[in-house]
């Protein structure tokens, strides 16, 4: 899972977009008590940001969104990133090292407790549950991670009066180790 870059484009000048942050954005959770009018909580510099959902906290697994703020002959580029990719392989250990453990564990109970008797086929498919169970929560993991960024960047978007660019760029992590060993060709950050 690769990070990208989104581009949300603005007719607003640096500041404003700065100025249209900072009024629905606290510095510190602890200043929210009951409901308010402020969406984020989180840092905001004249050029870049680094915010958070108030309806996440601290240690859920809802990624901060960190941006930088460019002026643009157009307008204002905000160029967005929302890392999902460190809570989906931490969500991915978890239950990969949980649940298929137990499921094989359920297999050699399987084969060595119920081995020729009626009920070694309710066995098989016990341990074979685990299994499928780890998959369809990493997947579903995946899926919940994506549509929240996908929710948290068109929101993001809709409060600086801007639209998100089509086209978005890849950032690719350098310690990210490439399948078969080596890394994309060059031009090959970004996407069509």
């Not at 137990?102 to 009626?118: F, N, S």
């Amino acid at each position: 899972m690769e990070q990208r870059k989104i581009i949300i484009r603005t007719a607003l000048a640096p500041n404003e977009v700065a100025d249209k942050l900072r009024s629905i954005t606290i510095t510190d959770l602890s200043q929210l008590h009951g409901p308010a009018p402020v969406s984020y909580y989180g840092e905001i510099a004249q050029d870049r940001f680094n915010i958070r959902n108030v309806r996440f906290g601290p240690y859920s697994a809802a990624p901060s969104i960190n941006g930088q703020i460019q002026q643009d002959p157009d307008g204002t580029v905000v160029t967005v990133e929302m890392n999902i990719r460190e809570y989906h392989e931490m969500t991915r250990k978890m239950y990969y090292s949980t649940l298929l453990p137990l499921g094989a564990l359920v297999l050699l109970l399987t084969i060595a407790v119920l081995g020729g008797t009626e009920y070694q086929v309710h066995g098989y498919v016990f341990s074979f549950a685990f299994a499928l169970c780890a998959v369809a929560a990493v997947a579903l993991s995946k899926a919940s991670l994506l549509g929240m960024r996908k929710r948290e960047i068109k929101r993001l978007a809709l409060t600086v009066n801007g639209s998100v660019d089509p086209a978005p760029s890849v950032a690719h992590d350098p310690g990210h180790v490439w399948k078969h060993g080596h890394a994309p060709q060059l031009g090959a950050d970004r996407i069509s």
